[in-house]
């Protein structure tokens, strides 16, 4: 925060210092529950979120969180003072727990955890965590339900209670999350006095909103739109019109199609998360993350759509399908704009929609029931920027340590690495992504029960951007009766599926089993490119062949770039001819 | 007025009035307010010619590159479904 406050009721360094302080309250909440986690989702791929909120439930600071849960939770928040503040009561002790979609939450699994914040007997404030939680009784084992057809399959609803402590809650669990977030703010409100706390509270959402503003207000006027699709069975779109006028952004889902009987819908509040996560990351990502960042912008969502679903269409697949698609839009219109503006055309980079991942459930070799995660999406290419290439492999969240996994689950990695010609070309390449394949080992019932989620459809991958050219697809193979046992029994490295046989089928949303000798093959989505391959600088393209994520073919045909020799060598003279018999050939087809 | 509108198109009121030009050549596509993209040249191609990882969508989609009509800049390039394309032409 290198500005000064602009409405400024507070002294510059006392705001500077206390708006620092309550970020880090934010941040350690969300290493605390990083740290008492108990499922991979917590521990390894940080998917979870931890923030604080005014007394109102406008939000106050998001730690390192996902932009549309610290929205929600916010919902949450005010949905809980409306229930209980007259009925119940909200008093110092409690711990409210909420994961109803038709609510606030996103979907059943993600389960919000909220505490008020008492100082001197007065509400103060509000903290809030969400972490995916493994098993809520839904149809299919990980809380993803791809059999579901209404809500009602998708496990337990609670709309908002008080948590009550039972025999089989583990105290020291409990009191460590609540520990985390309560004790740290009342030291706050000691030392510095609840008006200066509250005074410098207001002054963060003045701050972010009115730096906000000024930034949307010096881009020129628009429309914008996009539309990206969710398969699962049939096709649905996902449809938004950016309207920019002045220092507002509107943003328009009509053009949606009708919800889903399939859980890839998105309740409304998950939309305006979506579209707030959006503006957090690209026009946002340097301002403290509270409400002002969130008070410009208005979602139209028309009702019955799959991007403000009604009771009882399900849910339970949305954060990988209605939302990925919905984050997507969000995200490629505000691209768009931003590319109008010279101040902030260099800050655009092209998006991914989605990726794939897995849930896995069985009995494990240590002889117990588990369900867990397949946190392969966090390994995917990113897209390319307007001055850079992509990532090779890197995501908003995490994924988990091989060995960890291989040593409490019955898994065993076949291989994990970057793909070769994956990466949109252009005049920046897209992220490589990643590839991995994985069987049962050791799996006392000789197989398990995997759950294949994620953005289905082969063209929802990284999008170029300005001409660059899209990633290679994510996808989800299962190979049965692959020769895996017999390649280890002769001491080769089972790392080519090409070599190992069997038969193949790519997995849709769906339920499968994984015995032994078969394969889970996972590609992970490539970023896509930005602008045009035949402008990328030929030595780039000569590292590219050197680190072994471009083809030979590719190299020529798409980059136009002469690359001779077994040990690879540049060759400019003819680079410049390639490149301008490819400008023809673009020229000589019919408009 | 004058802002950029993507990477290699501008609009530009250097003609007088707002129009949409390459920033590569200055080739002008057409006026601010009709589509630029009615005055590129494209191309439709296989799914494959954008790798061979993308053969998997041939049949399904097809691969369109949108180009500067003076200079032969991409601008755009995109997969659309080939079903559309067959009937509806581009
Ligand atoms: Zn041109």
Redesign the pocket.
Known sequence: MAVNPIVSSVDPITFEILSHRVYQIAKEMGSTLERVGGTVNTTQMHDYMASLYLANGDVLSAGDAMGWHVACAGFAVKRIIERFENDGGINPDDIFLLNDPYVAAIHQSDVYMISPIHFNAKLMGWSATFVHVMDIGAMSPGGNSPGATEISHEGVRIPGIKLIERERMRRDVFDAITNMTRQPVHALFEQFGPELVTAVSREMLNYSESILRKRIAEIPDGTWSETGSIHAGDTWNVHVTLNKRGERLLFDFTGSSPQAKKGINLPYHATFGACYEAILSTMAYDLPKNHGALNPIEVIAPPGTVVNSIPPAPVSLNTTSGGSTAKFVANAVITQMLATSEKWRGEVMALNVGHRLARHAGVNQHGNYYVSTLSEGALDGTGARSYRDGDDTGDGLSSHNIEWLEANFPLLYLFRRNIKGGGGAGKYRGGAGSESALTVHDAPEGKIKGVALGVAGLRNSGQGLFGGYPGAPSLLMLTEGARVEETIAEDMSPDQLDDLGGRSSLLPYCEFDLGRNDVLYMRMASGGGYGDPLEREPQRVLRDVEDGVVSRQEVRDIYGVAIDGDEPALNLGATEKLRAGLRKERLQEKI | MRHPLRE?IEISDASGTDTIC?R????QYCRADQDWREFCKSRLLPSHNAGDLMSLLDGQYLLRQLY?P????LVDTDFVEKQQQDTGGT
Do not use: E, I
């Open positions: 290699n390459c590569r050549c200055g080739f500067c003076s200079c032969a800049a």
